[in-house]
């Protein structure tokens, strides 16, 4: 019979390992793990992975594509997230609006967001399947709507990605 454990960010890291994930850790017990488009037509994902909540017991997920989006297409995007929820209950998908400077295009990206309850604790199994239908439902999310309008950014840079992990 499979043990049931506390979650934690170790079993997060083992189930990556399970799995033949890439991932980088944070200092906070984050992940963050990098997907590879599967073809020329997928974007490439990141992902972040924590143990949330009070007594760290929620397994929360959120995925991204590696590029950006005009931020003033938002009314096109969100009726295409509203017509994925009336279809779907997973994930839940919304808009996240970056930083805007002056003089520059406002941007925004599409994510895609899991959160799982263990308060009784999860074992491996299950925890590795959570992962992946986390995922694989966020790429199914993710690629229904891609390519949104005018795409103005293929990728994120370093930099952008060690902000962004250290915002987790």
Known sequence: MAEILRLDAGRIADAFERA???YLSGGDGGFLALFDPPNAE???LHATFHAAGPDG???AVRVTMARLFVADDRLQMLAAINTWHQD???PKGH???LPSQPGRIPLARLVAEHHVSFTAGV???MLDETIEVALATSVTF???LCPPPRPVQESVS???LEEWFSDL
Do not use: N, T
């Open 57 to 59: 017991d929620v397994l």
């Open 20 to 22: 033949g994930v890439r």
């Open 88 to 90: 779907h209950r997973w």
């Open 95 to 97: 808009i996240e609006y």
């Open 42 to 44: 997928k974007p490439a």
């Open 142 to 144: 993710l690629s229904a």
């Open 158 to 160: 370093a930099e952008e």
């Open 123 to 125: 074992h491996d199994e």
